[in-house]
């Protein structure tokens, strides 16, 4: 053995041990040792027995009552030796297979042809990525994972042997059938990943089985169909094909199958490997020194059945050195062919007996000397574990490659300046995941074209006409036809590169690289990326890692000439928000089933009709769900779509990410005076003139905390009456606040609101209603003539209506023009608005209040706030409407410190500054406008006591809470409309649910870390 060779051998050693204890020691160091009882039972078998236990015969659970019927007399009367499982159920076969073991003199050894799980062959069982997706990972690990995992479906099935690992190096490009079952073309990438897959198996109880041995990789014939003839020279032989065979020789792989190759160079007879004794018996077992079992590849495929009589096939590949009969026809026929050549002196008695003791030696070795009924199961659930499922993912995202990126165009960036269309090249069954993903970070335009149907290219032209940036997913492929071009349609293919030369263009290839061949050219594509498969998963992947939500790590693990380069692979970093779930965070989901139950509680209790909850902890979206309905009359349930008015939360997503973006630019400054800023009637006379921004922005400024600015425009409909009253009675039965009643009979100036949109009136305040200017106009005058009060902490929305004015007058635009410019846009937060009627159904929106003292009607689309909403819907406290997805991206933006998507949106000690502590000592736990923990334990706290002193956020009137803990890595996001039926309904703040599930978060992450 080389150095090399030696060096290999120790990593994987050392690598491998710290996923598992093997209980025993490898087959291949056992097999030639004395083994009682398979001496016993070899004793007791008859030549015939002898024989047939060389035989392992195709089963199907999905077949009917004859094939059952033929194997049972198989296992009855020829004392066959195993059984291949292939298509069927769990049920079932775990059914036959105690059928068949309780028919069996001698226990069946099972084996099942599953390299990507029992999922390849069984129903209902999610399927590992194919080997060259696996390829493409640099963790090796993953690999293991797989290999253990698929001996834990085998054990719970009653199985022993799995057909894999593939370790032939693919590097014939037209291969069809070994294509994407091979980790790649790289021999030591393939030899390291078999290894992984083999040890993760054989320490765990499975015979691993490397095929197809000598290397089915550099051939471009189908065994299936016909023989496959290796043509190569035997440098490239022994030190490409046959070199992962040799590793896994050495790594003590319990089993090789031999397939039905033709190697001239080896065996001039041009003899299958399957029959050669000079490819099977001296290559495998003297070159090698392989000592384990021997199987052949199927000998029902025509590369035999074409060219050889059954019989005598099955005869010939015992003496040329196999083990076992894999799939063998004529088997009675067989049985009598062998016996006759026994007894003839052409197959020695000794050569029986090694090969039968063989096949004992490893049944006792995977425990059959003790016959065991193997137990039903809920087998949805026993063969799907939520651990399986994640680990598929993790391969995938670790796979996913991108071979070609212009200018780093990938993870995309600057989403304000890009008008996005996804081109689906698929028939209509494909899924939508990747669209639907695609749609969390930007507004996606979708369409799809069935290249096998009739469309014109012109009418695609058109469709595509207005994006700016064209994302093609190549969804429609025969991944292992290169015969047929992959099922690519020349036409289609030349057309695409002709487009990406006009147009930024993005292709998805979802199949393996070799696919890419039929465009002939990457170079008009701006990036390319291979997704191996067009699974709903890969499809969520391959979105998320365009739009930054995951990195790219993979690299091709073959090569594709003149266009991908073996191992060519661009990595990337993660910019935006990803979607994934508890486990891949180590955070447990049963310990999040807490924060379902307390939103369940507080529902049922009428604490709001329902909700959307969201957390994101590493920039991984774990938990998103919505519970309840928009209303109490059960109508409508609530969506991740679906829009909240935000309240209060304006503050920190509209006004404060503009205003700190002015900060940045030193358009103002934090001392600067107010009147600097804003025109004041009485000029530097104004008692507000004076105030400081750094003041407002900590609700110290002397400010009221707020204004009933909407009575000022209202008015008795009998003049000689009051409008309002101190105390409650019956002329006068609403109340507005704390000893303040409003007339039952009242009525809007007519000269400043109307019932009809005109140019004069322009302003929404209610569906009906509609304020003049002039109504803006006297609201902020009648702010700037309140008197001001001590300056000590008192919040107050009104520093908020003036830092808005700070903002529009600087940058000349109004509040949502510049949020959504500045903010929203380039976050990607297309479901995040003022004024939402102009942008979306009211089926989208979530109402608010029944409300009778003012706007008469249920708040439906329309700012809750009456300050904001008298002035047209846009202010600097309230307005803005959102979804908790949209929330999480600015909130994210924030945690990451201004940054997101790619782009520093906010300077770094910007967003520091504004999130501190500034004035604790004068009992204000402020930041510049962001609400933090209450330290003095004396005084009521916004959050709960497990949030770190350096987490932020705010929350809204409406029942909305957003907020920031940088020490946990936490993003946490609660919408609902706690103010229906009307905003005296305050039990969300008197049962602290919003508090209490931050407080399930941080306890579940903190355990984690445990």
Known sequence: ??????????????????????????????????????????????????????????????????????????????????????????????????????????????????????????????????????????????????????????????????????????SNPLNPVINARSFGEDKESVTRKCLAYTRGMQDNGILACAKHFPGHGNTETDTHHAIAKLSMGLDTFYNVDLYPFKKLVDGKVAGV???????????????????????????????????????????????????YQSAQANLHALLAGNDMLVFPINIVESIDTIEQAINSGIFSMEMLNEKCLRVLKAKHYVGLSKRKIVKQRDWSKALNPRSAQLLRTQIIENAVTLTKNDKDFLPLKRLDTLKIAYLEVAKSNAGNEFYNTAQLYANVDFFRVDQTKPFTYDSLNVLL??????????????????????????????????????????????????????LGTL?????????YNGGDDYQKVSAEAIFGGLAFKGKSPVMVPDLVALGQGVETQQTRLKYGSPEELGLKPEMLKSVDSLVQQAIDMKAFPGCQVLAVHKGVVFY???????????????????????????????????????LDNQDVKLNDNLGKHVKFKLGKKSNKYKLSLRNLLLHQSGLKAWMPLHVEFMQPVFPHEMLLSATQNEAHPF??????????????????????????????????????????????????????????????DLGFYYLQRVAENKLGARLDTLSNDFIYKKLGMTRTTFLPLQKFELTQIVPTEHEYPFRHQLIHGYVHDHGAAIIGGVAGHAGVFSTANDMAKIMQMYLWRGRYGGEQLINRKTVDEFTAYHDLKKGNRRGYGFDKPEPNPKKGNPVCAEASADSYGHSGFTGTFVWVDPQRDLVYIFLSNRVHPDYNNNLISTTNVRTNILREFLLAIDRAKK
């Open 257 to 307: 199958m031999v397939s039905h190759l033709s190697v001239p160079a080896l065996d001039t007879s041009g003899e299958i490997a399957t029959l050669s004794p000079r490819l099977n018996d001296s290559i495998l077992h003297k070159y090698l020194n392989f000592n384990g079992l021997t199987f052949t590849d199927g000998m029902q495929m025509r590369a035999v059945t074409n060219h």
């Open 735 to 796: 109340k507005l606040y704390a000893k303040t009643y409003l007339n039952k009979f009242h009525t809007l100036d007519t000269a400043m609101f109307s019932t009809a949109f005109s140019p004069k009136f322009s302003n929404p305040v209610a569906a009906g209603i509609f304020a003049s200017n002039a109504v803006k106009v006297k609201a902020f005058r009648l702010m700037d003539e309140t008197e001001l009060q001590s300056k000590t902490y008192r919040y107050s």
């Open 1 to 170: 053995m080389t150095k090399k060779s030696l060096l290999i051998l120790a990593f994987f050693a050392v690598f491998f041990s710290a996923f598992a204890q093997k209980k025993q020691p490898d087959f291949t160091d056992v097999v030639s040792a004395p083994n009682p009882w398979a001496d016993s039972i070899l004793s007791t078998l008859s030549t015939r027995e002898k024989i047939g236990q060389l035989f392992m015969p195709a089963a199907y659970s999905n077949k009917n009552g004859a094939h059952i019927a033929e194997i049972s007399k198989l296992i009855a009367e020829q004392k066959v030796g195993g059984l291949c499982f292939f298509q069927g159920s769990a049920q079932k076969q775990v059914e036959l297979t105690n059928y068949y073991q309780r028919l069996a003199d001698v226990p069946l050894l099972l084996s099942m042809d599953a390299e990507w799980g029992v999922g390849m062959r069984l129903d209902s069982v999610t399927n590992f990525p194919f080997q060259i997706a696996m390829g493409a990972t640099a963790d090796d690990s993953l690999v293991y994972r797989v290999g253990a995992e698929v001996a834990r479906q085998f054990k719970l099935l009653g199985m022993h042997v799995n057909f894999a690992p593939v370790a032939d190096v693919n």
């Open 523 to 531: 170079a008009p594509f701006k990036s390319v990326l291979i997704a």
């Open 624 to 662: 998103q769900k919505s519970f309840g309905y928009h209303t109490y009359e059960h109508k409508t349930p609530v969506r991740n779509s679906d829009l909240y008015d935000m309240a209060s939360v304006t503050k920190v997503t509209a006004t404060l990410p503009v205003f700190m973006q002015l």
């Open 465 to 518: 006409k207005d994006c700016n940036t064209l994302i093609v997913g190549y969804l429609d492929i025969e991944q292992r036809r290169p015969n047929i071009g992959f099922g690519m349609d020349s036409a289609f293919c030349k057309w695409l590169t002709q487009l990406a030369a006009t147009k930024n263009t993005v292709l998805v290839q979802f199949a393996n690289p070799y696919t890419l061949a039929r």
